[in-house]
């Protein structure tokens, strides 16, 4: 039961920082972060505007369980 409890956290944890990062994302995108970031080259906001979409598309799909993928499997019978 123990182990069933500290799963979802986890899992909640790790979707929670998924959609987190995915904002900064889009804060990079939108350039707003350069208020609060400065960048010393364009390719860098690039990069770490890749970089963190990367690690939130991640970090959501590993948060999902494998179970709900499953259901999500339409070629299977």
Known sequence: MANRNMTWQRNLGRIATGVGL??????????????????????NE????LA???LGV???YIGVPQRHWNKLNIFKK
């Not at 900064?24 to 960048?39: H, M, Q, R, V």
């Not at 690039?46 to 505007?49: H, K, L, S, V």
């Open 22 to 43: 995915l904002q900064i994302c889009k804060l990079t995108a939108t350039g707003e972060i350069l208020n609060y970031i400065d960048f010393a080259d364009p390719l």
């Open 46 to 49: 690039m990069a770490f505007c």
């Open 52 to 54: 963190s979409f990367s």
């Open 58 to 60: 991640i970090l959501i």
